[in-house]
């Protein structure tokens, strides 16, 4: 009879079919991508590594605080005078202090993954497609919001 005091408990709950990626790959979406290329990535990868719904729900908020800040970011600084590379800059700045704060959320889900000995996923095809379809979709409604303004 098998004891149940010596069963491992560290995956119970959690479907290990998809495996999730490493969380400082994350911040490469983001200063390439934006704050929604990384928010996107976060989610998902949260849902993989088993992250409860409320703080799930909670990248997704520290997602639209950080286009909120980007946008704030982008009117003060779009100007005449400015450089378009400044703004770039910051903008990319808010986007991985975001992506920072998402990863602070699943670190520890994904300290139990590393327990569980499994291997990482690769983030090369998903990162690719959200920095270019998400990056695209994020520059396009903070030059409408510059335009609007």
Same mark, same amino acid.
């Given at each position: 009879?098998?004891?149940? *005091? *010596? ?9 290990? =079919? ?6 400082? &790959?994350?911040?490469?979406? !983001?200063?390439? $991508?934006?704050?929604?290329? =990384? ?8 849902? %993989? ?8 729900? /909670?990248?997704?908020?520290?997602? !639209?605080?950080? /286009?909120?800040?980007a946008a704030?970011?982008? +009117?003060?600084?779009?100007?005449? +005078? &400015?450089? =378009? =590379? ?5 903008? %990319?700045?808010?986007a991985?202090? !975001?992506? *920072?704060?998402?990863? %602070? ?5 994904? %300290? ?5 000995? &499994?291997?990482? $996923? &690769? *983030?090369?095809?998903? $990162? ?8 695209? /979709?994020?520059? /396009? ?9």
């Amino acid at each position: 009879m098998p004891d149940e *005091l *010596l069963r491992p408990t560290i995956g119970a709950g959690v479907d290990m =079919s998809a495996r999730p990626w490493r969380l400082m &790959s994350q911040t490469y979406v !983001a200063f390439f $991508g934006g704050v929604i290329a =990384s928010t996107v990535i976060a989610f998902l990868n949260a849902r %993989r590594l088993g992250v409860p719904t409320d703080k799930r729900r /909670l990248i997704l908020g520290i997602g !639209a605080i950080g /286009l909120g800040l980007a946008a704030v970011v982008i +009117t003060l600084l779009a100007d005449d +005078t &400015s450089t =378009s =590379s400044g703004i770039r800059v910051a903008v %990319r700045l808010v986007a991985v202090v !975001a992506c *920072l704060a998402q990863l %602070r959320i699943q670190q520890p889900m994904d %300290r139990a993954f590393q327990l569980r000995g &499994s291997e990482y $996923g &690769s *983030l090369w095809g998903p $990162g690719i497609a959200a920095v270019i379809g998400l990056g695209l /979709l994020e520059a /396009l409604l903070l030059a409408l919001v510059v335009v609007a303004l």
